[in-house]
């Protein structure tokens, strides 16, 4: 895994011209909607809720950012992931930072799955943002027309702001 992520800061350093992440983003887990799925046999074998992963956001221009990292999937296996998102913060009088935003990229980790049989899949996440100028939590609803055909997924994330 620490090989990927590697190659994944370098992916970086070219499309971005710098390797200084702004932000580590913690993946928390899923919820998947239903809960259970049918291999092809009859059976209902459970989709893994357990989602641990590690990723980075680098800022770009204009709220846009560039996104990449690690997670385990809804098949219990691994996934890198590299796209872009955009997220648009608000500020309370309180310091309370609250907003939305999208990310769309590429995942790999679904090959081998009853879903998909390429290399990479296409995703598209919108998300619900809640918390601090530093530190976030992200809802996001990765729709049934996405990874995993007839099931929604709920994911959760904590975000760290590193400068």
């Not at 990723?55 to 098949?75: C, D, I, P, R, W």
């Not at 309180?94 to 990310?103: D, E, K, P």
């Not at 980790?109 to 598209?124: A, E, K, P, R, V």
């Amino acid at each position: 895994m620490i090989g990927r992520v590697k190659i994944l800061l370098l992916l970086s350093i070219l499309v971005t011209g710098n390797a200084i992440a702004d932000t580590i983003d913690i993946n928390l887990g899923a919820l998947h909607l239903p809960s259970c799925y049918d291999p092809g046999d009859g059976s209902c074998i459970s989709y893994n809720n357990k989602t641990p992963g590690i990723g980075f956001s680098l800022s770009l221009e204009n709220n846009f950012k560039f996104v990449a990292g690690t997670y385990k999937n809804s098949f219990y296996y691994l996934s890198e992931y590299a796209g872009v998102g955009y997220d648009k913060k608000f500020y309370s009088d309180t310091n309370i930072m609250y907003g939305f935003g999208i990310l769309t990229g590429l995942a790999t980790g679904y090959s081998h799955t009853i879903q998909s049989n390429t290399f990479l899949t296409m995703m598209i996440l919108p998300q619900l943002l809640l918390g601090s100028k530093d530190v976030w939590l992200s809802v996001g609803v990765l729709p049934s027309a996405n990874t995993v055909k007839y099931t929604n997924i709920f994911t959760l994330q904590a975000s760290i702001l590193l400068n």
